[in-house]
């Protein structure tokens, strides 16, 4: 799992082969209309190492057999995330991060031991539908291609009508783009067979990538719903992936959940694949999430995003999110919003804390006053 600070994430398995209909390259958190959607699927390889012969480093369940079966050439894998391929004679390692400020995830490429030039076709998959359900072939796929050849070359498609534009485009290295729009069909999933849901859906591929590898280097991919801000490639920040501490990695884990999302909201994740933002988990978690790791004004700041989208004075299980309605059900979410003021109050004297306990007052009459028909307020 990797995400960026609006939710959106990249979410798979060590081998590469999806058994789940939630695992993806990119899902995007807030797409401008209904919930998540499932946007890339995958992003194959497929080396011709001479011979008449291809390495693919991808997998995919057929319902009958697993083919290709990259993971035959995996050596090391580290969850960055980071893969690690040899086969004739070439390491290749493949890393992938989401940008922080837009829905685009990066591939970035570093390949080892040529002794002489290489071809390598990228394929990316695409489903672009609500997380929760599956696609299949159909005629309304816009298959549609528009490329553009300047400092790096972008390839760009607008699937369906309410989904956002895809846009493909590569770093570091010169390449062509190829055109054969046509579907995978019958990916099987096998970890939603094994929790009773359907398990199969098709895949659709716009075409193709075709880059000469002639010298060992690097090079990257983004595809995104966006442009680029630069033809630069991205490269990641910080510290060493594989070097970092236990605390780190908590505050790596904590930041995943604290997200900024459209409408000056910032709010908690609940859980990753299909959570959204709940304010029950949001209020248990906040004390851990922020305080204890001295972020107040962050605190701060998803008090107030609740506090704002109170209904009838209670604050809602879930708020309403663009065009998702809120689901007021959590009985005690209302009681867990004043337990987390009250936390907060004792690490800051902003002024801000006042205008919270001004809503804890009026939340506590709203439900004095029968807000929620199941708390009543015992008279003692």
């Known amino acids: 799992l990797t995400t960026n600070r609006g939710g959106s994430f990249a979410m798979g ?20 209309v209904g ?7 995958e992003l194959e390889e497929w080396f011709d190492v001479g011979e008449e012969r291809e390495v693919a480093l991808h997998s995919y369940d057929w319902g009958d057999a697993i083919e290709p079966h990259g993971i035959d ?16 004679g070439l390491t290749v390692t493949r890393e992938l991060w989401l940008e922080d400020d837009a829905d685009a995830v ?35 796929m816009n298959g549609e291609i528009h490329v553009e050849r300047g400092a790096s070359l972008r390839v760009a498609m607008h699937p ?25 069909e019958g990916v099987h999933y096998a970890w939603e067979r094994d929790r009773g849901y359907d398990d199969a859906e098709d895949l659709f591929t716009p075409g193709e990538l075709l880059l000469k590898l002639e010298h060992d280097g690097s090079f990257s991919v983004r595809i995104g719903t966006t442009p680029p801000k630069s033809d630069e ?32 909201r910032t709010g908690v994740i609940a859980g990753f694949p299909w959570f959204g933002e ?4 949001a209020l248990i978690a906040l004390p851990g999430l922020c305080l204890a790791r001295d972020e107040v004004r962050k605190a701060l700041d998803i008090l107030e995003s609740l506090s704002a989208r109170r209904e009838k004075g209670l604050i809602p299980n879930i708020p309403q999110s663009g065009d998702v309605p809120s689901n007021g059900e959590a009985i005690d979410a209302s009681l867990l919003f004043i337990r987390a003021t009250a936390l907060v109050s004792k690490r800051t004297r902003s002024q801000r804390v006042l205008r919270l306990q001004e809503a804890c007052l009026d939340i506590i009459e709203a439900i004095y006053d029968g807000a929620d028909p199941r708390v009543r307020v015992d008279p003692q």
């Open 278 to 281: 709940w304010s029950r988990d």
């Open 106 to 140: 990066w591939v970035r490429y570093s390949v080892q031991g040529l002794q002489r030039p290489v071809d390598l076709r990228l394929r990316p998959l695409i489903r672009c539908r609500p997380i929760h359900d599956l696609t299949f072939a159909n005629p309304f």
């Open 13 to 32: 398995t060590i081998d590469r082969c999806p058994r789940r209909k939630y695992h993806s390259l990119l899902t995007v958190r807030e797409p401008g």
């Open 35 to 41: 919930e998540p959607v499932n946007m890339v699927a």
């Open 233 to 264: 490639p991205q490269v990641l920040s910080g510290l060493e992936p594989l070097h970092r501490s236990f605390v780190q990695e908590l505050e790596d884990a904590a930041d995943a959940y604290l997200v900024d999302l459209d409408g000056d």
């Open 160 to 184: 369906y009508k309410d989904v956002p534009d895809i846009v493909a485009s590569l770093h570091g290295a010169s390449g062509v783009f190829r055109a054969d729009g046509h579907w995978y």
């Open 73 to 88: 050439f995996l050596t090391r894998f580290d969850p960055m995330p980071r893969w690690t391929y040899e086969f004739s």
